[in-house]
């Protein structure tokens, strides 16, 4: 185990590792390409979803079982069955960056929804505010802290997960991962687990102060 | 040490009936064959395996029929010094189908001699299987000479079948043997469409060379490491690619690959029937870098008896390439179970008895 | 993209043992999950400087990719079901983790200090008063570590094992989709079964959550 790690400094280190087509950087690059364009499309199908049935109440149920449904699809699974539908490209793994992302978005934006207090949305509404303006000025600024805990969950669960589009024959950080695997290199697996957590630390920290700034804004409006 | 080692187990669990029997070849074998040069009292040792071997008698009486509890005590070995197939052998098995009808096709040879199996389809790579047959997680394995000569020692020569036995015979490491290989043989090939060909003007791998920095060749991850891969195409023919793209074993992606010309060379095997019928076209090798890869069972040493090796012995004879290649087709195109036409080969070949 | 009916009808056998080996695996490593979680959360709960620590840890982990874990098991476990399950069980902690401490957490105060009023021991109180009030809270997680280890058993399928999940090497190999479908739609229905067992015993375990509000609160 000692030696794994010390060749793993080696392999990180390595000039000629981390430039070129399949050095480290480009694979980054990639693996950040994947996560953050499945994140984005998850969020803009989530977010809606999750506002609306906490908003109104309606179709909690159906939203909230599909949802965890979902968690239940095995995405080497998904891969496969979109790849043998369409053919090599990048949309399988796409679909099933998706199919993974959504059910947390949309769960902690219900639960967030559903945990503003009504006696507050009652004063708004007291106040003479309409519908939307409930929901823009004080549902979803009470509810961000749990929306922005299930973009964080999903974005980690992404970045994890865009590994199998080495499988697929495409980059991104999986690539050291499977190729490590075909050529029994543990290091570079090793490599490659750590650079994947790396990033996704990296981007959790990173929407968390996105959170913390969004917070401060709110604090000042309210 | 090994081999004598786990004999113990199976050579009482079969002849439970006949404790002397089994006390007597014990003793004798572990005698013969104890090669330590320190303290070797002979007649001490060979009481002490008797001694094992009598005790291992009511014990595994009492516990009513061959369980394996005293697997991998000392104690003798039947079977000239070789190892057991009594308590069953795991035929482990790469990730490609062809591996998975020969893995089948050894249960089929291997059960109808009487023999218990248990295959592991879809495991990975040689470079994880091997040490999994080392580990003693699977017992033997469908090989290839010249590659899996190749993984073993990267700097071989030896091209010809019976030099490559005896080369993989001296490189094999402690614990597994190879049995004899079999007529049928799948190489691996480096196949262009004929488009590329004519573009380029590639006939053989020597020609790549002209193109250098130009190509992209597609392959399982492994054969960039590999010498029948990148290296030895470096090496022995100075080809050089502009890039290498990880894809899979002559699987869908390879070949759905140099189908759509995201790859321009592509690392098939000879016994896939696509080659034939997409027309593409194999680059001759007239420096050899691609060795004879006929098929050969890499077996763990304690597992390699006479009714193992007898059985696969019949198999590797009856087995011709264009059977494979036709097993191939069936599994991959008319989306047969690999052990559904390994069975049903085995049948019509007369290696197991139709039911 | 069509399915083979035939095959589905030839392979039932297959299917059920596949079936039964994937469920074997994954409920194995939330059982694993629940013995290393309860303790490491009383731990967390009780000592708070290792609160932090632990749950940080056990987030960390859940970054690294399942794949890469299955492999770096190879050397320690090789192709073995134990590889499966010890990197399923590390998963399942860390949503078992957070919220056994949860659960922890939101046992009202008043109900422990009654306990040790009435002189119960502490690991009494923990295991009579504390826990079954945690009960909710840790279903919860046991739901969801079950839910994610049943799609997750898959993705052994590339060290050779991974139940359901071979289906879909297989069908990814032999460009052949029945299989990949038989085997998405037998995972969903594991997850689904798995889940209304779990909220049964939940509602059994857990008689008081079933009384009429009104008389639970004033």
């Known amino acids: ?222 | 040490m090994n081999a004598q080692g786990s004999a113990s187990s199976p050579n009482s669990a079969s002849s439970a009936s006949s404790p002397s029997s089994t006390s007597s070849t014990s003793s004798t074998s572990s005698a013969s064959s104890s090669s330590s040069p320190k303290h070797s009292p002979l007649p001490r040792r060979a009481i002490l395996g008797g001694l094992l071997a009598a005790a291992s008698v009511p014990a595994l009486a009492a516990c009513g029929g061959g369980i394996t509890s005293l697997d991998g005590q000392g104690g003798g070995g039947g079977n000239g010094g070789g190892g057991s197939s009594a308590n069953g052998v795991t035929i482990g098995t790469a990730n490609f189908t062809e591996n998975q009808i020969l893995g089948y096709l050894y249960a089929a040879a291997l059960g109808a001699a009487g023999v218990k199996t248990k295959v592991r389809p879809n495991l990975g790579t040689r470079e994880i299987l091997i040490p999994a047959l080392k580990g003693g997680d699977i017992d033997l394995l469908p090989e290839y000479q010249g590659a899996l000569l190749h993984y073993l020692s990267p700097k071989a020569t030896a091209t010809e079948e019976g030099a490559m036995q005896n080369a993989l015979a001296v490189a094999l490491p402690e614990g597994l043997q190879i049995l004899p290989y079999g007529r049928a043989e799948d190489s691996d090939a480096f196949a262009v469409t004929r488009e590329t060909a004519a573009e380029y003007g590639l006939a053989s791998l020597a020609d790549l060379k002209k193109q250098n920095g130009k190509l992209v060749i597609g392959a399982a991850p492994e054969v960039k490491k590999r010498v029948v891969g990148v290296v030895g195409l470096k090496e022995v023919y100075g080809v050089e690619f502009k890039e290498f793209k990880s894809l899979d074993s002559s699987g869908p992606l390879v070949k759905g690959a140099l189908k759509k010309g995201d790859v321009d060379v592509a690392n098939l095997f000879t016994t896939d029937t696509d080659i034939a019928a997409e027309g593409w076209v194999v680059l001759t090798d007239p420096k050899n870098l691609v060795p004879g890869q006929h098929v050969v069972p890499l077996i763990a040493d304690r597992k390699a008896d006479s009714a193992v090796r007898k059985a696969l012995a019949r198999l590797g004879g009856a087995l011709t390439t264009e059977d494979l290649t036709e097993l191939n087709r069936q599994v991959d195109k008319d989306k047969k179970d690999p052990e559904d036409v390994a069975n049903a080969w085995a049948a019509a070949h007369g290696l197991v008895k139709k039911r | 993209m069509t399915v083979d009916w035939s095959w589905l009808s030839a392979h039932a056998g297959d299917l059920t043992t596949l079936t039964l080996s994937h469920l074997q695996a994954a409920l194995t490593a939330v059982l694993l999950g629940l013995l290393i979680s309860l303790p490491l959360a009383v731990l967390a709960h009780r000592v708070r400087p290792l609160r932090g620590l632990l749950l940080g840890m056990s987030n960390v982990l859940f970054t690294i990719p399942s794949i890469a874990v299955f492999v770096l098991l190879l050397p320690v476990s090789g192709l073995t079901r134990t590889t499966t399950v010890i990197g399923l069980t590390i998963y399942t902690l860390v949503v078992l983790l957070r919220n056994t401490v949860e659960g922890l957490d939101s046992v009202p105060a008043k109900a422990r200090e009654a306990a040790v009023a009435m002189g119960t021991r502490p690991l009494r109180t923990l295991l009579t008063v504390e826990l079954p009030l945690a009960l909710p809270v840790i279903m919860a997680g046991v739901r969801i570590a079950t839910v994610m280890s049943i799609s997750l058993v898959s993705v052994a399928t590339y060290i050779g094992d991974g139940g359901l999940g071979q289906l879909f090497t297989d069908g990814f190999q032999r460009d052949f989709p029945t299989p990949v479908v038989a085997g998405i739609v037998l995972t969903l229905l594991l997850a689904l079964v798995a889940d209304a067992l779990l909220v049964t015993v939940q509602y059994v375990l857990t008689p008081w959550t079933r009384r009429p509000r009104t008389s639970g609160r004033g």
Do not use: C
């Not at chain 1, 509404?125 to 299930?150: D, F, K, N, S």
């Open chain 1, 1 to 222: 185990m000692y030696e794994l790690f010390k060749n793993l400094g080696s392999w990180l280190v390595a000039g000629e590792q981390w430039t070129g087509p399949d050095g480290i950087g480009h694979r980054i690059a990639e693996h950040l390409q994947y996560s953050l364009l499945a994140t984005l499309v998850a969020a803009a199908i989530a977010l809606p979803v999750g506002l609306l049935i906490g908003h109104t109440g309606r179709g909690a149920f159906v939203a909230i079982n599909l949802a965890s449904f979902g968690r239940a699809l095995p995405t080497v699974g998904l891969v496969v069955l979109v790849f043998l539908a369409g053919g090599l490209s990048m949309t399988p793994v796409y679909v099933a960056l998706v199919a993974l992302a959504v059910p947390s978005i949309v769960t902690n934006t219900y639960a967030g929804m559903t945990a503003v207090d009504p006696e507050v949305k009652d004063a708004a509404r007291g106040q003479g505010m309409r519908g939307h303006q409930v929901l823009l000025r004080v549902e979803i600024p009470l509810a961000l802290p749990l929306i922005m805990t299930g973009l964080r969950l999903a974005l980690i669960q992404v970045v994890a997960t865009a590994t199998i589009a080495a499988y697929v024959s495409f980059g991104g950080l999986g690539r050291y991962v499977f190729d490590g695997l075909a050529q029994r290199d543990l290091v570079q697996v090793l490599g490659g687990a750590v650079l994947v957590a790396a990033v996704a630390v990296v981007l959790d920290l990173a929407l968390s102060g996105l959170q913390r700034v969004l917070f401060r804004h709110r604090r000042a409006a309210v």
